[in-house]
């Protein structure tokens, strides 16, 4: 630390030390942000991306967001972190926004970007076709994958409903098989059951054991004389 003059009066020492304060600051600040944009604008959303010069230990950002028309303003901060994007969620649609970055360092942080405005798209608004070729955030990322699994999920459970239903079928149509088989073997018994009794006796046989001849009715011869 610089050495105060004795004669120096204390209002001017406490300037002087001040003012070391402030160098030491200055000169531990890190580099502000560069390249600053703003892509997959949509209604409510907007993802925030910005470049860090090398050479200093940025551990850090944080980010001012306010309408332009200065009705809302919002301040966010993370630390222990290297990303270098940020969405912006729980914007109003087609409304104009002005955006600053700051890089948090070890010892201070940096002063404010440049600002960025941008304006949000409407409900019916759909995004721009270059949207897709735009840098996206890890939080974007684990959204999509998200997404991804859900599909698998419901594509795995389509899976398994039709799974269950071919086997449904097809014991429903073993089931019917065995019935009808059921239903013939019945239908077959009850024929035999109802056979007229005469299919089953035996043949009567003639009483007496012999045929009795038939009786010859008499002759009569006239002789006359």
Known sequence: MARIPAYLHPAAAVLVLVS?????????RPPSPVNVTVTQLKANSA????????????????????????????FIREVNTTNRACVLWDLEEDADYIIQVQSIGLYSESQASKRVHFRTLKQSDRLPSNSSNQACLSAGDITMEGLDKERQLQTGEIVIIVTVLFMWAAVIALFCKQYDIIKD?????????????????????????????????????????
């Open 20 to 28: 070391c304060d402030l160098c030491l600051v200055r000169a531990n």
């Open 185 to 225: 073997n019945d239908s077959n018994n009850n024929k035999e059951k109802t056979k007229p009794s005469s299919e089953h006796s035996t043949p009567e046989r003639p009483v007496g054991g012999l045929l009795r001849s038939k009786k010859k009715s008499p002759s009569v011869n006239i002789i006359e004389v």
């Open 47 to 74: 993802t925030v991306s910005w470049d860090v010069p090398e050479g200093d230990i940025i551990i850090g950002y944080a980010i001012s967001q306010q309408r332009q028309d200065g009705r809302m303003q919002r």
